[in-house]
């Protein structure tokens, strides 16, 4: 069995699971280009991909989703209420007149970059880390910013610039104007478990400010795999999950004094902190010292935040509350980035 990480961090979370017959992506959040970069980096083959699943519906864990899974025509999974989430985020409100909405929407989005950018740099956003109402505002507009975009150029007969980029070969015409449209969609339920090939998959819910957030547990041949990323605090079904695990992807999203002194809002640090934003290093110490049962190969942090972490303090952390534990066949403890995929680790 192999993991993958393509991507994770607050700008786009993305990693293939492959057992010997099956392979699927968990979450789509970069641009289906990048996405096709990393995995040929990585030495992933795109064409051999099954699936995609989602774990929410917050941008950087879908934005390159639809024009993903209509490229590679390839079904999605998504819990209900996750994929009505979605759909809501790219569907326009449409009791306004065409004229008015593009209107409204381009006022609403100039006057939030001006708030914005009052208070913190936009380079230092950390989108999905904050979960923040108010950036979430902002993300929900420049998604339909994006959808807008797309149906005006296809109005005018221009193709919208990501689908140009991207094209979506044999997606039916009426289905290129709809940017929810997707070749399949499957529903799983958290809590019960399912298959894809020969990967079992084992659902489950994370506390987490999205509609219905969960983290998963593959397994196939005995190989356990799991990712648990985007969660404010680790309850019990959560740790119950994550027992024989072989390759563990956890969050660690920030440290808890570059959070206090870094450059968010009191209100995104806030719901940062609740038990519905995101791991720090300590709270993940404290899993791995208390509740992890030592019996990991590898032990990969991420979702580590770009403005109030740093992947030194977040590995210190962890390795400290492993402590004795590592060996060279146990409990090696790497961190997972944004910028470029990491090597496949296989098992
Ligand atoms: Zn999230
Ligand atoms: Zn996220």
Known sequence: MRMTVLASGSKGNSTVIASERTRVLVDAGLSCRELLRRMALAGED?????????????????????????????????????????VRMLTPRTTMTYA???????????????????????????????????????????????????QVTHLTGEPALEEEEE???????????????????????????????DIDIAPFTTPHDAADPCGFVFES??????????LGYMPPNVKAALKRIDVLLLESNHDLEMLRDGPYPWSVKQRVLSRVGHLSND????????????????????HISASNNDPALALLAAEQAIGGRMTLLGNRVLTAGQAAPMEPISL
């Open 100 to 150: 008015k909405w593009l209107n409204h929407l381009q006022r609403e989005k100039e006057a939030r970059a001006t708030a914005t950018t009052a208070t913190i740099p936009s380079q230092e956003l950390d989108l999905a880390a904050t979960g923040a109402a108010e950036f979430e505002a902002i993300a929900s507009l420049s998604a339909e910013a994006a959808t807008l975009d797309a």
């Open 167 to 197: 094209p979506c070969d044999g997606a039916p015409v009426a289905a290129k104007a709809d940017p929810t449209y997707l070749p399949a969609v499957e529903y799983f339920r958290p809590g019960t478990p399912f298959s894809i090939g």
């Open 221 to 230: 041949e005995g190989i356990r795999m799991a990712i648990a990323t985007d």
């Open 283 to 302: 709270a993940t110490a404290e899993f791995l010292a208390r509740d992890y049962d030592g019996g990991s190969a590898y032990i990969i942090l991420g």
């Open 46 to 86: 795109p064409a051999q991909l099954n699936a995609i699943l989602i774990t929410h519906e917050h941008h950087d864990h879908v934005d390159g989703l639809a024009v993903l899974a209509r490229r590679l025509r390839i079904p999605v999974f998504f819990t209900e209420p996750t994929h009505r989430a979605w």
